[in-house]
Each structure stands twice: as C-alpha cells, then as structure tokens.
C-alpha cells in the first residue's frame, strides 16, 4: 500500500506541474467566418486555389457528415460538440504568398517552436530532418525540399501537392478513409485545410526520416490536418508527427484524418508524438483529438508500421490501423499511452487481414493515473481468403492510483481456421516486492517508479526512430515529473 | 429501444390468452411483475446485433419460426427412458420436465438431507408464495435484458432449490429438460431459482437435451443467491436438438467467502447463448466460470458472461475452449469489471478456439474493465486450427490421422473440463464431449490402407 500512496502523490505532483508548453504566439489570423456550412467548405477550398473535383468532394462529404451520427461506441465522456461555435479556417496573416525561405517566416512563429524544443534551423542542420511545419493549418517551412527533390521525393503541404501533381492526389485521396467513413473523418473530408502529402518513387529508400510538427494556435479553431503517404514500389519512408498545443481553457477539435499506401514491397514507418494540452487537473480545457488513421498494405510484401506514444489531450479517440490486402503484408502497432488527471484515451487498433500469409502484431502499453480513464480497443480480423495469416497481441495495462481506470477491449473475429491469432492482456500495478527491490538498492521512489515504468513501456520506446526516442523518453519523464527526482 | 423490434411478436400478442394458465395466476404480485416484464419487454423488442452485447448474435430462429406455447399435452410426449446425464442416479435426486411440463413418474426424490427444499417452480408458488415472491426477480438486476422481461413475463416451469444454513447435499442433483416431440414450434420458459444460505453446499447438474426432431425454444432464466461461505458448483450440458433455439441468462449474487463453481458444456443447438452475470459481493469470494462448445452444422453459439467484482480480495477464474467444424460459428464475450471497492482482485480468463474447418467462425471479445490499481487481472485469447506439428508427431509414432486429431482436440478440451471439481460430473461431461467427435475407426481412410 506504502509504494501506490506514495505513486498516488507523486502523480498528484505532477499534476500540479504547469503544462510547459502553454503559452500563445500573437499573430494576425485570417480566419473564416465562424460557424460551419457549405459556403465554409466553399471559402475554404476558394481559398486554397482547389480543382473543382476536390471541391465537389468536399461539398458531398460535408452533406454526407449532416446525416450522421456522433459516435457513441467509445468510453469517452464529454459534453456535444458545438460545431457552429468554431473556426474552420486559419491561417498566419501574410502566409497567401508562401514563405520562401525560413527568413520569410515570422520570427515569433520560430520562436514559439524553439520553445517546443524544434528550433528548425538547428534541426535542418544538425538532425538531418526536413520538418514541414504546420502552425495553424498552412504549412509555413518546408526545408530539405531540395535534397529531397533529388531522388525525386515528393514532401510538401497537400494544397500545393494538388497544384505539383493533382492526379496522384486525386489517385488516392480518399481511397483508404472514404469521406462516408465515421463521423469526425467525414467533417475532415469537408474542411481539411491543410496536412503533408508524401509520395516516394519506386525503389527509392527516403534519405532521411520526414517529420511535422503540428500546431494548433489561434482560438477556437479546429485543426483538421489531412495527410497522405504513398510509398510505391520497394519503397521505404519513416514519417515523423509530433504534436504540441499551448495552454487554452476551451475544449479544441482536432479530427485529423492519415491515409498511408504502401504498393509492392513498400514499407512505411508513421510515429506519431502526441503531446497536446490535456486540460488542467479539474479536466478543464484540453484537445479533444478525434483522428481516423489508417494504412493499406495494397501491394504484395508491403508493411505499414505504426507507433504512437499518447501523453496529452483531454480526449483521445484514435485507432491508427492496417488493412493487410495485399499477400504476404506486415502491419503493426507499438503504442504507449498515458492518461493522468481527468484525461480519457480510447485508442488502439484494427488489423484487417485480407490477404494470404498476412501478419500482424500489435503491442500496446497502457498507463493510467489521477482519475483518467484508459481504454484499449482493437480489431483482429481474419477474413476467410487470409491463409495462414498470423497475429499476436499484447496489451498491458498500468494503473497508478486507485481513482483511475484501465479497460481493454479487444475484438477478435477468424473466419480462417489457418489463421493463428493470439492475445494476451494484462492490468497491475507497480507491485510492493518491485519498489521494495529497487528501494532497497538504495534508488530513491520516484527514481524506483520511473525505472519500473520505463522498462514497462521499453518494447514501445525502442521502435521509435532516434530523432523521436529522445523526446518520446523525455515525455514519459514529464509526465512523471517528481517522481524522477 | 423500440424500434430494434424485428418481428411481430407472438408472444405479447399470446400473452393475455396464456396468462390464465400460468403458474401462480392467482397472485397479485406475481400478476404485477408478469404484467411489467410483457410491457418492458415490447418495448425493449428482441436483441439485435445493434446492441453492442448482442454483436456477433442474431435471434435469426426467433424472427422466422411462429413459436407457440407448450401445452399440457406436450409435457406428456412418449418417452421410454430419461436421457440421464450420471450414470446410474441411483439414490440421486432427480426432476424431469419435458416440454417444460414436470413428470412426477420420472421424478425421484433421492436422499436428500433435511433443510433441503427442492421442487418445481409451480409448487413453490403455491406452497410457499412468500419465499418465493422475496427472491424472484430481485437478481436479474436493471430491467435491459429483454429475454430476462419475456421469462418473467412467461415463466411456466423450473425448478426452485433452496438449502438451509449449513447443510451440505453430497449427491449431485440432476435437472433434466427435455424439449421436442411436438408436431410444431413451441416455446417455453423454464424459471429456476437457487437459494443457498450460510455454509451450505449443493451440486447442481441441469443437463438441457433435445429429442427426435422439431424446432422449440427455451428461454431460461436462473437466478442464484449463495450466501456467506456457502458453495454451488453449477454444471450444465447444452444438448438441443439441431433445430433448437437455446437462451440462457444466469444470475449469481456470491456472498463473502462463498464460492460459486460453473461448467456450461454446449454441444447442440441451432441457435444457443448462455449469458452469466456473477457479482462477487463480498469479500473473499470466489467465482470459476468454465466452459466449452462444439458446434457443427450450421450451429452458432454464444457464450457471454460478465464477472463484477465489487469487494476486496475477490478472485474468478474463467477457461473457455472451443471446437468448430464444418459452417458452424461461436462467440465468446467475457467481460471482468474490477470496481474501485474490490482492491486485491485476483482475474484471470482464458478463451481458446479450435477452427477444424473452412467455413467455421469465432468471434472473440475479451474485455477488461477496471477501477482499482491494486489488482492482477489477464486475459488470454487465441483463436487457430490443429497444430500441425503435434500431428505430426502422433502419426510419427503410427496413430492413424482421424484418431490423432480426436486425440488433440480431446486433450485441448481437456483443459477446460479439468476444472470441474467434481469427479462423476466430470467423468459424464468428457463423455459427452467423446461422443462427440467423429468416430475416427470409420474415418480413417488412410487405416483402410486406400
């Protein structure tokens, strides 16, 4: 009992920690008019210049989106959305020509980002990694283009994507995530205003890992990023997200929705940092991020890879998945998530094996403080064409604290009586005879809970890229902040 | 809710014409709760799988068969021998109800101790209303189970076992329900209550079982109170005709340091579902929910139980195994819910699917839900076909194919039927499951040297 009281107000500590990157870059928006409608989707694709397709795209995903229904499904509490009481458009004053170079950019944007600690002058030169930076929708620094260029690489915001290649985007667009597919997917299908597009030519091996930082600035505006990668033929990419939001006592929308193909013998790595405001300790404000991810495996031998480490929002509603067509495919999914105060995560999974010898796996870390609630939620399913497709799942759960709640829910359905599926779910806690261990060792507690923790979320972490594992290991110690000591 | 109602529904339409001949028509409390449970239940309408419990189960046989009640004719269906599930009931308490009539000829009242009270649910109605009106209805909990509203509503049969403070029956006492022999669909709606008090100890068998041919369904409804250190070890076999429609909804209140034992072995049926709630109230107590299926034809099985523990120190056990062959399709829903009050918690299920052939599918939904940190909870789910290796190995050592793979899946249910602690009982149930499997001498094409 001695070691969770202890664990209960380290946490407690913890939350009394101010977050670190709230704070407010006071810059000119451009914004469009509150509320939400077709003459909306309407500004906003007049606004970036779109081909009428993607216009006519829109406007059926947004009639679709008025017949809808909210999801319910989920163990997530909250309070209806408002949808007419927010900004669906804005952008940086000044941003309508494009910023040449990082010199164009305004310099308290920059600063706002050294202060996340992804100052991109020292990242172009040092870490080798191009950051399509979105702050607030329009993508604002694009570096590496050229190097990139060169092996013929395609990295840039997809509304200038559609101007550089329209029919790779208009191939694609949609054709993993339909517009009719949930709820929050089908408003991003309406008012995306912007996001990455990558596409990565046959053969090639991208030279360095791609990465975006997403922001979310201005007032009541949601951010509905929409990204799409394609890696063609024995391709490989490894794509980098990170996000971070300053302070704000309004619940923010983020519904973003990420679409990856892989064709023959492609790979994709997506990582995924989130590290949004998750709302003061009473559960005041906080990102509700309601994002639709998924990935198909199109072509023979092809493997899509997510991991995401969950530190921030206030909801999260995600389920970054594989849909396994093509024979032979890999899909996994290495996830660490961690909820504290009132935070709500509902996160997780689905592997659709269509294809034969298809194989996935799926490792999953749960942690659980304060009175947030967690919950684990996947889908294995064995269609009957998937011969000898293999899965195994391993969810584990943490829970700190005894205010808190862990679930997992997972759902298998085999149709392929060659298909092996196995899963394996566990919920503890930091026992007595581990901190005693550590303790008696002399390791201090909140160094002891650290430790236990880490190694907890070990197989995660290790999947992460370099760049990431760094800030990644370094959010599990915020979040553990005064236990580290 | 309304409007997940499919189908016309006979039975609200045959409610007030049924209602005369019911048990117990002559209470007035009886006739409230009848009257609630009719009025809920047309308003909850039949289960469909766009209730998230209800998923992976369509009550397909109940929208396309016009049931009828059972009449008294019925119950009294020819029948030359009781398909007994023990071998010899000897000196053995056993009821029998055929069509959800109960047939005083088969019924021997064994050697039961004093302070044992067993009998059908009309008798107790009428004997002994009082007991009978304080614990009917009082565990099924909220009103959202619609089958549980149609039983209430309905309730023609069962059996009432009620057992005195510390009192332990030794024998195991067999219930037979035997549907079938009718010349139409029928349905019937067995009401079984089972009242243990403080340190009592009984072994119940309920061996459902279908004969000759015909489409009929059971709607059972058993509500299980075990009081302090008291402990039921509660078998069932699921044995219904093919054309048969099975549902089952159980609920268990265990009390502190009582246990409750389970094994719900089903084999037959076009359409069952056994659904368990168990809700460990007190602290220490313990709850092993065991079972297994094996379905072929076109059969689809559903197993769904939901294990709350909601005091400190509580433990459940749970192993499900699963055989399906040819187009035959099983679900398993285990839910464990850990409330903050229940630290110390103690959980472990386990669900394992054999696929045998193309065709076959398991739907699988483990699910954890827990609110206090100072437990060890684990749930394991696999889902896969005969491991290759294994028979491998058998053959290598000359056993014949067919009978390598009866061995396999024999030993695979093995680890389920393991878990029941008493011996006869667990002898009778690896006999059904023997029974079975294929006759492999007949099978083997290879034996016949082809």
Same mark, same amino acid.
């Given at each position: ?485 | ?101 109960? %047939? ?234 850990? %409330? ?107 034996? %016949?040297?082809?």
């Amino acid at each position: 009992m001695a070691a969770s009281t202890q664990t209960a107000q380290q946490v407690q500590e913890l939350a009394d920690d101010k977050y670190k990157y709230g704070f407010v870059t006071d810059i000119e928006s451009e914004t469009a008019p509150k509320g939400l409608n077709e003459d909306t989707v309407r500004f906003i694709s007049a606004k970036k210049n779109e081909p009428e397709w993607l216009l006519a795209w829109r406007l059926k995903a947004f009639r679709h989106w008025l017949t809808m229904a909210e999801p319910t499904w989920a163990k997530v509490g909250f309070p209806e959305i408002d949808y007419q009481d927010s900004y669906y458009y804005s952008a940086p004053k000044g941003s309508d020509d494009g910023p040449k170079s990082l010199e164009d950019i305004d310099p308290e944007l920059l600063a706002t980002y050294e202060k996340l600690g992804i100052p991109l002058r020292e990242q172009e030169f040092l870490a080798g990694v191009a950051v399509d930076a979105v702050f607030d929708s329009v993508s604002v620094a694009t570096t590496f283009k050229s190097k990139l260029e060169e092996v013929g690489v395609i990295f840039c915001p997809i509304s200038e994507a559609l101007e550089k290649c329209p029919d790779l985007v208009k191939k694609y667009l949609g054709t993993v995530v339909p517009y009719t597919d949930n709820k929050h997917a089908t408003l991003n299908s309406a008012v995306f205003t912007d996001g990455s597009f990558v596409y990565i030519p046959p053969g090639v091996r991208c030279p360095m890992e791609l990465s975006t930082y997403f922001r979310i600035n201005a007032k009541n505006t949601g951010q509905f990023e929409r990204t799409l990668i394609i890696a063609d033929k024995e391709s490989y990419v490894s794509y980098l997200e990170g996000c971070t939001a300053p302070m704000r006592d309004e619940n923010q929308l983020h519904a973003a929705v990420v679409e990856l193909v892989a064709l023959d013998d492609a790979e994709i790595k997506y990582s995924t940092v989130q590290n949004w405001y998750p709302g003061d300790e009473n559960g005041k404000g906080g990102i509700y991020n309601f994002v639709t991810k998924r990935g198909a495996c199109r072509g023979r031998n092809s493997k899509i890879s997510w991991t995401q480490v969950e530190t921030g929002s206030a909801i999260t509603w995600k389920y970054p998945s594989c849909i396994l067509q093509g024979d032979n495919s890999v899909g996994e999914f290495y996830s660490i998530a961690i909820t504290n105060n009132c935070q709500q995560a509902d996160t997780g999974t689905k592997m659709i094996h269509l294809g034969r010898n298809t194989t996935s796996k799926i490792i999953s870390k749960g942690i659980s403080a304060g009175r947030a609630n967690q919950t684990y939620r996947g889908l294995v399913r064995m269609s009957p064409k998937a011969e000898g497709a293999r899965n195994f799942t391993q969810c584990d759960s943490l829970l700190i604290g005894n205010e808190c709640g862990a679930h997992t829910v997972p759902y298998i359905e085999s149709k392929n009586k060659t298909a092996i599926v196995e899963h394996e779910a566990t919920t503890s806690t930091i026992s007595e005879d581990q901190m005693f261990y550590l303790r008696q060792r002399g390791i201090p507690p909140e160094a002891a809970v650290a430790l236990v923790v880490n190694g907890f979320c070990r197989e995660v972490l290790q999947q992460l890229p370099m760049e990431f594992a760094v800030e990644a290991q370094k959010l599990v110690g915020i979040s553990l902040e005064g236990s580290v000591g | 809710m309304g409007n997940t109602t499919s189908t016309p529904l006979v039975f609200v339409d045959g409610f007030d014409a049924a209602r005369p001949g019911l048990p117990g028509a002559d209470l007035s409390w009886l006739k409230d709760i009848r009257e609630a449970g009719i009025k809920r239940f047309n308003g909850l309408g039949l289960p469909t799988p766009k209730l998230e419990n209800w998923k992976y189960t369509r009550l397909k046989s109940l929208e396309d068969t016009r049931f009828q009640p059972v009449t008294d004719e019925d119950g009294m269906a020819a029948l030359d021998h009781v398909p007994s599930l023990l071998p010899d009931p000897g000196g053995r308490p056993r009821l029998v109800f055929v069509n959800g009539r109960m %047939r005083p000829s088969f019924w021997i009242e064994g050697d039961l101790p004093s302070g044992v009270h067993l009998e059908c649910l009309r008798d107790t109605l009428a004997r002994d209303p009082d007991w009978a009106e304080a614990y009917l209805g009082r565990l099924t909990g909220d009103d959202h189970q619609a089958l549980v509203q149609l039983n209430t509503a309905m309730m023609d049969t069962g059996f009432a076992l009620r057992v005195d403070a510390g009192v332990v029956i030794e024998q195991p006492i067999e219930v037979v329900f035997i549907g079938g022999l009718t010349n139409r669909p029928v349905a019937y709606f067995p009401r079984n209550l089972i009242v243990l008090a403080a340190g009592a100890q009984a072994t119940v068998v309920i061996h459902h079982v279908g004969m000759g041919i015909g489409a009929y369904f059971a709607n059972t409804v058993t509500e299980i109170d075990i009081g302090e250190g008291a402990r039921l070890n509660h078998y069932k076999v699921q044995a219904e005709t093919r054309d048969a429609t099975h549902l089952s909804t159980v609920h268990v209140n265990v009390a502190k340091d009582a246990a409750y034992e389970a094994f719900t072995l089903s084999i037959g049926g076009r359409l069952s579902r056994n659904e368990v709630s168990v809700r460990l109230e007190g602290e220490g107590a313990r709850a092993g929910l065991n079972g297994a299926y094996l379905m072929r034809g076109s059969e689809h099985c559903d197993n769904t139980t939901v294990i709350e523990h909601l005091a400190p120190h509580t433990t459940c056990r749970e192993i499900f195994k699963g055989v399906l062959d040819d187009q035959s399709r099983a679900v398993f829903q285990g839910k464990i819910i850990v %409330r903050k009050e229940a630290q110390g918690t103690d959980g472990h299920q386990l669900c394992k699917t054999l696929l045998l052939s193309t065709g076959a599918e398991i739907d699988a939904k483990p699910e954890l839900e827990i609110y206090a940190d100072e437990v060890k909870c684990s749930h394991g789910a696999t889902t896969g076909q005969i491991d290759e290796t294994a028979l491998f190995y058998l053959r290598s050592r000359g056993i014949p194919e067919a009978q390598a793979r009866n061995l396999l899946v024999q030993s695979f249910v093995g680890e389920a039927l393991d878990e029941i602690s008493n011996e006869d009982v667990r002898h009778a149930f690896t006999d059904k499951v023997l029974h079975w499997l294929p006759a492999a001498c007949f099978r083997s094409d290879e034996w %016949r040297g082809k």
